[in-house]
């Protein structure tokens, strides 16, 4: 049974919210959980990360309540904000593919092969934990050139620009960044 609360009109539902209604913040949560779950679900097709996904959308509208601003439709800007986030989650993912095919060869290590090759789900994730966890043992001004060249998809002179360095030293930092990361990944992967 929808919860009475939800009837309001959406400008006093967004005010109620913003003025730290929990209540009302509770029904809404309640109310639209399951179907933006299946929406997430539906384009995800895996239900930790559907259900990761819906949470953290609808505790960011409670997190960020005095900013919130929503003048059509509740169920439509909640749904959007899901839809957003799983293409966030997809575009994260092809972002560390490319990071991946360009320091691990296809076929070099089983535990670390191409994600194309369908190794399954948990497989590719821990792959991608891994990447993770190399690239944070980076040190700092490694991590900013990862981030910037394959994260950002900025070109050698941005980085320059932007690190206040040559762009020969970018050059020279991205390559210096892979050959760690491919040890680091070598050495994780012979464990």
Known sequence: MRDP??????????????????????????????????????????????????????????????????????????????????????????????????????????????LSEGTGDLADENRLLELDVAIQSLPQRHQAIVRYRWYEQRSYAEIATLMGISQGTARNLVSQALAILRASLREHSED
């Open 5 to 114: 609360l939800l009837d309001l009109p959406v400008a006093e539902i967004v005010e109620r919210i913003r003025a730290n209604d929990q209540q009302l913040f509770e029904a809404l949560f309640t109310a639209y959980w399951s179907p933006l779950y299946r929406v997430a679900f539906a384009m995800l097709h895996d239900q930790s990360i559907a259900e990761e996904i819906v949470t953290s959308v609808l505790v960011s509208v409670w997190e960020r309540r005095a900013t919130w601003d929503v003048h059509d439709r509740i169920d439509r800007w909640l749904g959007n904000a899901v839809r957003n986030q799983v293409r966030l989650r997809w575009r994260n993912k092809e972002r560390h593919q490319r990071l991946l095919d360009t320091y691990v060869p296809p076929g070099e290590s089983p535990a670390l092969g191409s």
